[in-house]
């Protein structure tokens, strides 16, 4: 079993900055590629970058958004300056395993607020 805990989510005013992170535990050996998911209120939940073999951002995220990966640590953080009201969201980590097909995990979410 593999588990993830985000944390780093909080309340901003437009144009702020903040920085999640994602730590994996268990058998993080199993972990292939990781990446953040959000979900804002009313809407479904979309992605928003991965880092596996190569990095993948969403285009309302590109060039604001930057996500690295500790593969040491394994851990997985996001970098999210400019940040807009439209940012608000649950934001989940994800991460895929590369043992088992299909299989990927799930973090419970840390809240980000963007104030306008």
């Known amino acids: 079993q593999v588990q993830l805990v985000e944390s780093g989510g909080g309340l901003v005013q437009t144009g702020g900055s903040l920085r999640l992170s994602c730590s994996a535990s268990?058998?993080?050996?199993?972990?292939?590629?990781m990446g953040w998911y959000r979900q804002a209120p009313g809407k479904q939940r979309e992605l928003v970058a991965t880092?596996?073999?190569?990095?993948n951002y969403a285009d309302s995220v590109k060039g604001r958004f930057t996500i690295s990966k500790d593969n040491a640590k394994m851990t997985v953080y996001l970098q999210m300056n400019s940040l807009k009201p439209e940012d608000t969201a649950i934001y989940y980590c994800?991460?895929?395993?590369?043992?088992?097909?299909?299989?990927?995990?799930w973090g419970k979410g840390t809240l980000v607020t963007v104030s306008s």
């Open positions: 994800n991460a895929v395993s590369r043992t088992i097909r299909g299989k990927e995990y």
């Open positions: 268990g058998n993080i050996f199993s972990i292939g590629a």
């Open positions: 880092s596996g073999g190569s990095t």
